[in-house]
Structure formats: C-alpha cells, structure tokens
C-alpha cells in the first residue's frame, strides 16, 4: 500500500499531521527523524515535522536526507522547512521575539502546485522562534507574510517545498488543501486508505495469521477493544472468546446493557460479575496509585483465571491503536501516555499478541466501527478509564460511595444524551468529593456531600478544555442530582483545561 513517511523532529502536532494524512484516504507512518526506513519502495513522499528545536543549534537533529531527497517529494513544515533550507546552504537565524499565532499570506505564487486553489490574503498558524533569512541556491521564495518572507518555498529543480506555518493545525484556514495538493496533486495518493478497505483486508490479515487457532480479548466496554472485537469476529468466528470483568466500579447497569449489546452483535462473551471481591479488596484504601494497583493486580488475576479455562486459546487480542505506539523521537524527552490494556498473562500460557486496530488513530477506529455496522452509541462511547469510578471516589470506596455515583452519572449523561450534547464533548464524568458541605432542604439543615460534574473536549486526551456546556442545561441537571440522589446536597463544575489539570480527578 502506498504510504506517507512523516519523520518527527518532536513537534507537539506531529500526530495531527498524521491525522490529516489519513484523512486524505493515505495511509502514513510517524517515525523518529532518524528511523527513516531501508526499504522504502511503497513510500509516495516524505514529510518532515516541527521541532522545538534550532537547527544552526550544536546538538540539533540534522539527519541525513540525502536516502530520498531529490528523488521523493519532500515537504518540510516548520523546523523540517528551515532543516531543508539549512542543509542546502540557506540561512536560519534566531528571530527577535518568538512569532506564535496566527497571520496572514499576503502574497502567493500562483504557479507553486502545493498552493493549488489558495489565493492570498490566507490565515496560517505560525509557531517559531527562527526564520529562514536566505534561501539556497536553486530555491524560490513561493508565499510571505508581512513579517516572514520565506513563509513558503519550493526548488526548481526537485520535489522539495517548505512551509514555514503549520497546514496540520485548523487556524491554517486552507492547510487541509495544501496538504491536499501535496500528499494527493504532487504525492500522487490513489486514496486508498478507507474504513471498508481496512476491514476488507484485516479480515483476510487475521485469517492467514491466526488459520483455526483460538484467540481470547478482554473486552472494556470501550471503543477499541469492541472494534477490535468485531473485526476479529468477522475474520475468525467462534474461535474468537471474548472475556468482559465486572469489577463493581462501571456506570449504573452499564455490564447489563454492555453484555446485551456484545450479544447482539453476535460476539462470544463470558461476562463474570467479581465486584464484590474487588470492592472487598479495596476498601478501606484511600491512595490514588495504589487503589489502581490493586484494580489492576485483581483484573490480571480474573481474566488469567477466566482465559485459563479456554481450552487451546494461543492469541491474546488487544485493542492498542496507533498513538499508543508511536515511537517518540527523544528530542524533548516527552513521553507518550503509556496505555492501560490488558496485560501481565502469565508466560507459561504463551500466548502471542494480536493488535488488530495497531495502525488506526481514534477517529479510524471509530469510522472502522461504523463500516463494521456496529451501533452508534457503542461506537461513540466515551472513554472510561480501567479503574473505572475508583478514580472519581476521591479517598476510600465504600458500596455506598459507589451507589451515589453512579446515580449522579447516570442523571449527567442521561442529560447529556437527551439534549444531543453527548456526541459534542470528548468525554464527561461526575466524581464524589471526600467532604461534606452544609445545605438547606425545606426547613432541614443538611451536611451532605459534594460532587463534581467534568465535560471536556479533546481530540486525544492529552489536553483538553473544559466543555462550555449550556447554563440551562447545567441549571437542571444539578436541580435533578440534588432532588434525587440521596446524600448529595451540592454539585460543582469543574472548569479547569488540561494542562495544567488532568481529566480525571486522580
Ligand atoms: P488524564 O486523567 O491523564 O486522562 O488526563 C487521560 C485519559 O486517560 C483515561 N485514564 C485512564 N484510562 N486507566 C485507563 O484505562 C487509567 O488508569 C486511566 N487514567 C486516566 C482518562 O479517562 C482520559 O480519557
């Protein structure tokens, strides 16, 4: 399959123009500046990302691209385009003041291919703090700005072309249709990277892979292990044991309602209910870390104890996806969330792992689950974390704790949902507040407890805003949570953005 190569100098928005990649129907790999693969005979074009870095800088990431400049089309953005320029005998040079945000093309070359259909004035998004104060030989300068003349260039006599802004990130009003005109109209993509096609040849993947072996996956409830286990459904059946852990921490009756839905769908699923004892292990356990340890350690222990008594079973299943993977570059020392699947089967049951969704950003999983005809609210589920509400009680967790939570959730996404408001935010949650506040009911004083509501919307989890939910909306949703839910007497809106917060309270 043809394909994309888009090598990271360690720019925070290296996996946006991975997504937009995709969304041009082409598949793409991130890889680490200087992983640029040996065999590169499927691959249409090279990007190269942003950086934090300066490229005249003594240890800066200057790699050799001499593999498939020249000979690939090549298309530096940011730090790539300076890299570029600066290899090729240009000028880079510090700016006085860092130029972030956005600005405008005022002059665009009509004949540059990578600006097909973009005229001048255009808004780009800007993000740097040196410029390109001399081209090499052999380039011209193809857009400006007021303050950046070489805000785009291109060589006369190679595929190569450098944007100073960033066509990845949505302020860059045409950059979808640059990258268009590059991965499409210079790349020659045939688009064929698409949700039907991806199920189409997974399933013949998997069945070559797998033969008439017996394969086991933890089900979550959750998008990816769901998508991950119907695509496998389709490929290998009955061979195919699904196992999904009650462990006393879900949303109200949502085991009941999961397991209904895995049933319809035709999947083989063991649903064990082992609340009591996880909720027997954690009580009286009031540190964050080692309450998801003990989740953790027991969930390990339940599905080995389920997976052992599925005779022959060879393959574990998992629904890790693409960003879970991706190998960061180093160069800022960031790290990538670690993810939390299934994991830790002991060695002696062998068993080899099979990660359907391995290439797939969320919103593919989501259009794969929709090309697989699974239902939308399933396919748009929000995540959850693995610990479940244990992470949303903030200090110890009684059945009691739990039983209140889950009603507040229940009103706030019953809410949600009616009011078309579910699909809008990322993700939304309540947490229970280890305090108690005085209120007044009737002529009663109370000292009950508080309880948080959090909406936010992202893109990956790792920042978010708070959602700007509306204050009708907000209004009876709290009047329903305090009329109801026994023990509760006031209800709070968490308006913090990550960073600096996170989504979950612990
Ligand atoms: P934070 O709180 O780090 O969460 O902003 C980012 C995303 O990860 C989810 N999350 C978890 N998922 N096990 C999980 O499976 C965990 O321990 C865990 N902690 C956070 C969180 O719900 C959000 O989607």
Same mark, same amino acid.
């Given at each position: 399959?043809?394909?994309i190569? #888009?090598?990271?100098?360690?720019?925070?928005?290296?996996?946006? #123009?991975?997504?937009?990649?995709r =969304?041009?129907?082409?598949?793409?790999?991130? !890889?680490?500046?200087?992983? /640029?693969? +040996?065999d590169?005979?499927?691959?249409?074009?090279?990007?190269?990302?942003? +950086?934090?870095?300066?490229?005249?800088?003594?240890?800066?990431?200057?790699?050799?691209?001499s593999?498939? !400049?020249?000979?690939?089309?090549? $298309?530096?953005i940011?730090?790539?385009?300076? *890299?570029?320029?600066?290899? $090729?005998?240009?000028?880079?040079?510090?700016?006085?003041?860092r130029? /972030?945000?956005?600005?405008e093309?005022s002059?665009?070359?009509?004949?540059?291919?990578l600006?097909?259909?973009? @005229?001048?004035?255009?808004?780009?998004?800007?993000?740097?703090? &040196?410029?390109?104060?001399?081209?090499p030989?052999? /380039?011209?300068?193809?857009?400006?700005?007021?303050s950046?003349?070489?805000?785009?260039?291109?060589? +006369?006599?190679?595929?190569?072309?450098?944007?100073?802004?960033?066509?990845?990130?949505?302020?860059?009003?045409e950059?979808?249709?640059?990258?268009?005109?590059?991965?499409?109209?210079?790349?020659g993509s045939?688009?064929?990277?698409?949700?039907?096609?991806?199920? =189409?040849?997974?399933?013949? =993947?998997?069945?070559?892979?797998?033969?008439?072996?017996k394969?086991?996956?933890? !089900?979550?409830?959750?998008?990816?292990?769901?998508?991950?286990?119907?695509?496998?459904?389709?490929? #290998?059946?009955?061979?195919?044991?699904?196992?999904?852990?009650?462990?006393?921490l879900?949303?109200?009756?949502?085991? =009941?309602?999961?397991?209904?839905?895995?049933?319809?769908?035709?999947l083989?699923?063991?649903?064990?209910?082992?609340?009591?004892s996880?909720?027997?292990?954690?009580a009286?356990?009031?540190?964050?870390?080692?309450?998801?340890?003990? #989740?953790g350690?027991k969930?390990?222990?339940?599905?080995?104890?389920?997976?052992?008594?599925?005779?022959?079973?060879?393959? $574990?299943?998992?629904?890790?996806?693409?960003?879970?993977?991706?190998?960061?570059?180093?160069?800022?020392?960031?790290?990538? @969330?670690?993810h939390?699947?299934?994991?830790?089967l002991?060695k002696?049951?062998?068993?080899? *792992?099979?990660?359907? %969704?391995?290439? %797939?950003?969320k919103?593919?999983?989501?259009?794969?689950?929709?090309s $697989?005809?699974?239902?939308?609210?399933?396919?748009?589920?929000?995540?959850?974390?693995?610990?479940?509400?244990?992470?949303?009680? *903030?200090? &110890?967790?009684?059945?009691?704790?739990?039983?209140?939570l889950?009603?507040?959730?229940?009103?706030?996404?019953?809410? !949600?949902?009616?009011?078309?408001? /579910?699909?809008?935010?990322?993700?939304?949650?309540?947490?229970?507040?280890?305090?108690?506040?005085?209120?007044?009911?009737?002529?009663?004083?109370?000292y009950?407890?508080?309880?948080?509501?959090?909406a936010v919307?992202?893109?990956?989890?790792?920042?978010?805003?708070?959602? &700007?939910?509306p204050?009708?909306?907000?209004?009876?949703?709290?009047?329903?949570?305090?009329?109801?839910?026994?023990?509760?007497?006031?209800?709070?809106?968490?308006?913090? +953005? @990550?960073?600096?917060?996170?989504i979950?309270?612990?």
């Open positions: 399959m043809q394909r190569i #888009i090598l990271d100098f360690g720019s925070q928005t290296t996996q946006l #123009i991975g997504r937009r990649v =969304e041009l129907h082409t598949f793409c790999e991130i !890889l680490p500046y200087d992983k /640029y693969p +040996s590169d005979s499927d691959v249409i074009g090279v990007i190269l990302s942003g +950086s934090p870095l300066s490229v005249y800088a003594p240890d800066a990431a200057r790699p050799d691209l593999g498939f !400049l020249g000979r690939l089309p090549v $298309l530096g940011c730090y790539g385009a300076q *890299l570029l320029s600066y290899s $090729l005998g240009g000028l880079v040079e510090p700016v006085g003041t130029e /972030y945000g956005r600005a093309l002059s665009i070359d009509p004949s540059c291919p600006f097909s259909g973009i @005229k001048a004035p255009s808004q780009v998004w800007m993000s740097h703090g &040196d410029t390109i104060t001399r081209l030989e052999g /380039y011209k300068v193809t857009a400006s700005t007021e950046v003349r070489f805000a785009a260039f291109e060589a +006369s006599d190679a595929p190569v072309w450098g944007v100073q802004f960033h066509p990845e990130v949505m302020h860059t009003t950059g979808a249709r640059l990258l268009e005109n590059f991965v499409v109209g210079i790349c045939r688009r064929e990277w698409t949700p039907d096609s991806f199920v =189409e040849s997974s399933v013949q =993947e998997l069945r070559t892979m797998l033969g008439n072996d394969v086991v996956l933890g !089900l979550s409830g959750g998008v990816d292990s769901s998508v991950a286990a119907v695509l496998l459904n389709r490929a #290998i059946g009955s061979n195919l044991t699904c196992i999904f852990v009650n462990h006393g879900l949303r109200k009756h949502e085991f =009941e309602d999961v397991m209904e839905d895995y049933k319809g769908l035709g083989n699923v063991i649903g064990v209910d082992a609340s009591e996880f909720l027997s292990e954690l009286g356990e009031a540190d964050p870390e080692r309450k998801r340890k003990i #989740i350690r969930f390990v222990e339940v599905f080995n104890a389920e997976a052992a008594k599925i005779e022959g079973a060879r393959w $574990l299943a998992q629904g890790t996806i693409y960003p879970d993977r991706i190998e960061s570059s180093n160069i800022t020392g960031k790290v990538i @969330k670690s939390h699947n299934v994991g830790g002991p002696e049951m062998k068993l080899k *792992l099979c990660e359907p %969704l391995k290439w %797939l950003f919103d593919e999983v989501r259009a794969v689950g929709l $697989l005809r699974m239902p939308r609210r399933m396919v748009f589920r929000h995540p959850f974390p693995g610990p479940g509400l244990a992470v949303r009680i *903030l200090g &110890d967790i009684t059945p009691e704790k739990v039983r209140i889950q009603d507040v959730d229940d009103i706030f996404m019953r809410g !949600l949902r009616d009011n078309g408001l /579910y699909e809008k935010v990322w993700q939304a949650g309540a947490i229970l507040l280890p305090v108690r506040t005085v209120g007044v009911m009737g002529d009663e004083r109370t009950d407890r508080a309880v948080v509501l959090r919307t992202s893109s990956d989890a790792m920042t978010a805003d708070w959602a &700007d939910l204050v009708g909306f907000m209004r009876n949703i709290s009047n329903e949570i305090i009329n109801k839910v026994k023990g509760v007497n006031r209800v709070c809106y968490d308006i913090s +953005s @990550k960073p600096p917060a996170t979950e309270w612990e």
